[in-house]
């Protein structure tokens, strides 16, 4: 069934300040150095659901919206024309995935700006019944404090000690009081100043800026940049270089971080007719912190959206760890929360299936003046708790540093 949806997308002579077009709260943002969307209301839900077929289903259901669909799109770019934001939960079991197409997109990426205008013939949307506007979210759960996640740590350890797992990532929630209620532009801003090489977004009231590139799909072609081992920044030039190359000759970050770009080139091949990926590991520079980050390029032989890839990938070592059946039991067994929509894929599609996923990382979930920050930890046979510990620590210091102070005027 298609909801008559009608678009329209022109060229714009100056490039819009996108930021101005963020509300306080409630946006829908994706901003990068290369192409950057931010998505107005009214809105077009889609729920994909729960269970393993839910990115299928969305992606029927964004086909369905656009089968028949009047089209006119002077620009012809990535993320021109009509497009698709979403938010899914880490964990399939989990409700409260989202994909939202809004009424209008500002859009700059190539030198050019744009905007496109949406029209819906119906208020609901096709497929899986739509949601309401807020992505539902369960009530809170507090997660474990510093001591008891350690002990987790430790119990996974014990786990690849016994051959359970090779690898598996635990996470961290903390919560967060502010004054007044989080200015989300502001936020975004922040956030997107502080960390220009990141994918910072914005989708409902779960905000962030993601070093981490789980798949982008332009044309034929696929790319996919797993992170994994992680390193702080030096004061001086010199500790810098001493950090990074410590972190290159790192054995217990090199396994971790083989785990991950293993994970993404074995889901990757069915699809790809060429694959590649960088001989050795390069340095991830952040503002706080640096990551060991390999590229990942492949040739597709068939033409799956940059939605269906996504669910191909996700979840991937460098979020969950290997094998991923028993990583997802161990991390249900041990995290104390639901990670929600953090880890899980953020981004956008376009008409042509052509768009960007990340991995929900460095974000924070805001309700009011409440704010829940997450990061997380790859745990391996060489782990220290104390270690892992303080890697949490050093991840949580971008969102915490970026929320105070914040409030909504």
């Given amino acids: 069934m298609t909801a008559g949806l009608r678009a329209s997308t022109v060229k714009l002579e100056d490039p819009p300040d996108l930021f101005s077009h963020i509300p306080g709260r409630g946006g829908l943002a994706w901003l990068t150095e290369a192409i950057s969307l931010v998505g107005r209301p009214p809105y077009l839900h889609i729920d994909p659901g729960t269970g393993p077929d839910r990115f299928t289903r969305g992606a029927e259901a964004v086909a369905a919206l656009l089968d028949g669909a009047k089209i006119s799109d002077e620009v012809d770019?990535?993320?021109?024309?009509p497009v698709v934001f979403g938010s899914w939960t880490f964990d399939e079991d989990t409700p409260g995935s989202r994909l939202t197409v809004p009424s209008t997109v500002y859009g700059y990426g190539d030198g050019i700006a744009w905007k496109t205008s949406v029209a819906f013939a119906h208020t609901h949307s096709p497929g899986p019944e739509a949601?309401?506007?807020?992505?539902?979210?369960?009530?809170?759960?507090?997660?474990?404090?510093?001591?008891?996640?350690?002990h987790a740590v430790a119990r996974a350890v014990g786990s690849i000690e016994d051959g359970r797992v090779a690898k598996v990532v635990l996470a961290r929630k903390v919560e967060v009081q502010v004054p007044e209620p989080v200015d989300q532009n502001v936020l975004v801003r922040r956030l997107a100043g502080t960390f220009p090489g990141c994918f910072t977004f914005c989708f409902d009231n779960l905000v962030g800026a993601s070093p981490e590139l789980l798949v982008r799909r332009?044309?034929?072609?696929?790319?996919?940049?797993?992170?994994?081992?992680?390193?702080?920044?030096g004061g001086t030039d010199s500790e810098d270089l001493r950090l990074g190359r410590e972190l290159k000759e790192s054995a217990k970050n090199l396994a971790e971080h083989a785990l991950a770009v293993e994970t993404v080139l074995e889901k990757l091949a069915p699809w790809c007719t060429e694959l590649l990926k960088e001989p050795e590991p390069s340095l991830l520079l952040l503002a706080n912190v640096q990551h060991l980050s390999t590229k990942v390029q492949g040739r597709l032989k068939a033409s799956p959206s940059a939605l269906v890839l996504a669910g191909a990938l996700h979840p991937t070592a460098a979020v969950c760890g290997v094998p991923q059946d028993q990583a997802i039991q161990l991390i249900r067994e041990l995290e104390g929360f639901d990670r929600g929509r953090y880890a899980g894929p953020v981004g956008w599609m376009d008409q042509h299936g052509d768009g960007e996923w990340a991995l929900a990382l460095r974000c924070a979930l805001l309700t009011g003046n409440h704010a829940e920050i997450f990061a997380g930890a790859g745990v391996v046979a060489q782990s220290d708790p104390e270690g892992e510990l303080e890697e949490t620590r050093l991840k949580l210091k971008a969102m915490l540093s970026a929320l105070e102070p914040l409030s909504l005027s």
Avoid: I, M, Y
């Fill in 77 to 81: 770019l990535p993320g021109s024309g």
């Fill in 131 to 150: 949601g309401p506007a807020q992505v539902p979210q369960k009530p809170s759960n507090r997660g474990l404090d510093e001591q008891s996640w350690k």
């Fill in 218 to 233: 332009f044309g034929d072609l696929v790319d996919s940049v797993p992170l994994a081992g992680s390193a702080p920044r």
